[in-house]
């Protein structure tokens, strides 16, 4: 069975930082990119950022270029984002997703197993 877990969200001030944690389980790991999504409060969802299977190549959505950075161990079926510099519009629920293709990209559409998504809450 196919599991995503994330973990680390949180309330902060803006200005602050937090870790985003998505554990993976029930699929060869490392033949997939892993995507992070979030969804605001009366927003659709949009994708924040992506990660390839086994290169690193990623991608940003320009909201968060030069803020957010993700990275992945595939020896422990782990992709984190570490946010910094984060602002009130970035508060939302945070899932994470996996796309089989492998290759990094922010269309949710493409990716078929979602986490539940750890809340980020970040006052002004």
């Known amino acids: 069975e196919v599991q995503l877990v994330e973990s680390g969200g949180g309330k902060v001030q803006a200005g602050g930082s937090l870790r985003l944690s998505c554990a993976a389980s029930g699929f060869t790991f490392d033949t997939y990119a892993i995507g992070w999504f979030r969804q605001g409060p009366g927003k659709e969802r949009e994708g924040v950022s992506s990660?390839?299977?086994?290169?690193?190549?990623?991608l940003y959505a320009d909201s968060v270029k030069g803020r957010f950075t993700i990275s992945k161990d595939n020896a422990k079926n782990m992709v984190y984002l570490q946010m910094n510099s984060l602002k009130p519009e970035d508060t939302g629920v945070y899932l994470c997703?996996?796309?089989?293709?492998?290759?990094?990209?922010?269309?949710?559409?493409?990716?078929?197993?979602w986490g539940q998504g750890t809340q980020v809450t970040v006052s002004s």
């Open positions: 990660i390839s299977n086994r290169d690193g190549r990623t």
């Open positions: 997703a996996a796309d089989r293709y492998g290759i990094p990209t922010l269309e949710g559409r493409l990716h078929e197993s």
